[in-house]
């Protein structure tokens, strides 16, 4: 384990664009089943059922995107990565950690989805940072998730962090 | 000896119920494809338009098997009034739904399905899917007296063709 | 393509567990505790969850569907769910032409398990795609 992770190739990957998402145009039918599945096994509220518009947690990428371009010269794109970054494709080092955690998320919400709407997600690398846990040093990977419409509005703009130790 | 009552006998043929579907979208079309032929790739007929469009369909259609009425449909008339209250796994259900006895048979297995296809189903089409009671018959078989039923389910889209005409059988002993 | 009636027609394979019964249930809302709890499974018979007869038929109408092509037509299909399909197996379809009369195709069709367990036997008609 490195006495800190904080090296210059992971401070000089913040704020790198890794990939660029864009869906299929959203289904009424897409909205009406995931709220079905959410709200289960209450009846969602009718405004989804009749796919007025999306649930905020709406994911148009579940399924696989309808394009996906890597916007890293050294990853060729064939791996799509749904949630998190190539990492070595970033010169990252390739520490080997014993685990990996979802540590959460950090929304902020713009305008609503709506049946039709073409979302485009763009990664990129946010803060780093590292912390001294009871296993040793932690590493915190943030990626930065910003979704558009197709009339180029802020639909979602998320802050995942990863933690590895 | 018959399970086969007269009331069951005088069923046969009753429309038990109709359901219309949602319009059904080019993106349950793609998904339905990439789970039944997950891991592998779907073929371009159901996930490409320009690709669809060069087949005789002249576009997407969904697969034969294809389900539009799984989740959620807007519409569902029952036409059996009075019917009893159906109990999960019991092997009665289908003549309580039709607000008769069972033969009071024990065991239950699902004895397959038949399917004659029309048209195609493509994004757009709402299906109206119209359930009525098949025929029973009886056989000797290795478990004793094995019972046979039949349900029809017969598909239509918003044109009035034809789509789909399955016949469900339940097998009781 | 000429067919013959003896003619094997390609299989479509599947290893089979939770990762396809799953993907299924998603698109055929078919959340059934035998299909996704072995617990339930077992209670029902089997020894632990098992995948749905709907999955087995869809993988069947995908082996007709390679063999008739885009153009082609499968105009009905009858199959019987024998025994049922637990996880880890993997899973064969197969398919052998039975008649021809004018260009409807009869088929014997049939699922089975890589040590020759066959699940669902049953039997299709089909066109030939031009």
Not at chain 1, 137 to 149: A, F, H, I, K, Q
Not at chain 2, 32 to 59: C, E, N, R, S
Not at chain 2, 107 to 126: I, K, P, T, W
Not at chain 3, 29 to 56: K, R, T
Request: one cysteine or more; glycine letters at 12%; hydrophobic letters at 40%.
């Amino acid at each position: 384990m490195p006495d800190t992770y904080m090296v210059p190739e992971v401070l000089a990957a913040i704020g790198r664009e890794c990939s660029r998402s864009t869906s299929f145009p959203i289904s009424t039918s897409d909205i009406r089943k995931w709220a079905l599945a959410v709200y289960w096994p209450e009846t969602p509220p009718q405004a989804f059922i009749d796919a007025e518009y999306a649930p905020e947690d709406f994911d148009p990428f579940a399924w696989g995107p309808a394009k996906y371009e890597s916007l890293l010269p050294e990853d060729d794109g064939s791996v799509i990565y749904r949630h998190g970054i190539n990492q070595k494709a970033l010169g990252i080092p390739e520490w080997e950690f014993m685990v990996g955690v979802n540590g959460g998320m950090d929304c902020k919400y713009g305008v609503r989805m709506h049946a039709g709407d073409v979302i485009t997600d763009v990664k990129s690398v946010g803060q780093w940072s590292e912390r001294q846990g009871k296993t040793g040093l932690m590493l915190m990977t943030r990626v930065v998730s910003v979704w558009t419409n197709q009339r180029g509005e802020e639909v979602k703009r998320t802050i995942n962090t990863g933690i590895s130790y | 000896m018959s399970n086969i009552s007269e009331a069951m006998q005088a069923a046969v043929g009753t429309v038990t119920g109709r359901t219309t579907s949602y319009p059904i979208s080019e993106s349950d079309i793609r998904k339905w494809a990439l789970a039944v032929y997950w891991p592998g790739q779907p073929p371009a007929m159901f996930i490409d338009p320009a690709a669809a469009a060069k087949t005789v369909h002249g576009g997407i259609v969904a697969p034969e098997e294809f389900n539009p009425f799984a989740w959620i449909a807007p519409a569902h008339e029952a036409f059996i009034k009075n019917a009893g209250k159906l109990e999960n796994n019991n092997p009665d259900n289908p003549e309580i739904a039709l607000g008769m006895s069972g033969p009071g048979l024990k065991f239950q297995l699902n004895g397959g399905m038949s399917v004659e296809y029309g048209v195609r189903m493509r994004a757009g089409d709402v299906i109206t899917s119209e359930s009525s009671v098949g025929e029973y018959s009886e056989r000797e078989g290795r478990l004793g007296l094995m019972l046979f039923s039949r349900g029809i389910s017969t598909w239509t889209n918003q044109k009035g063709e034809m789509v789909k005409r399955t016949t469900g059988t339940l097998i009781r002993y | 393509m000429t067919v013959n009636v003896g003619d094997v027609i390609p299989t479509f394979v599947r290893e089979t567990g939770f990762a396809n019964w799953n993907r299924y249930a998603a698109v055929n809302d078919e959340f059934v505790p035998i299909h996704m709890d072995d617990a339930a499974g077992e209670a029902a018979g089997n020894g632990g969850a098992f995948g749905m007869g709907n999955l087995q038929w869809a993988y069947l109408h995908n082996m007709l569907r390679a063999f008739v092509g885009e153009n082609g037509e499968i105009l009905g299909m009858e199959v019987q769910f024998r025994s049922p399909n637990v996880k880890g197996q993997t899973l064969t379809a197969h398919g052998v032409v039975t008649g021809i009369e004018g260009d409807v195709i009869s088929l014997e069709i049939w699922t089975d398990t890589q040590d020759g367990l066959k699940l669902a036997p049953g039997s299709a008609t089909v066109r030939m795609g031009k």
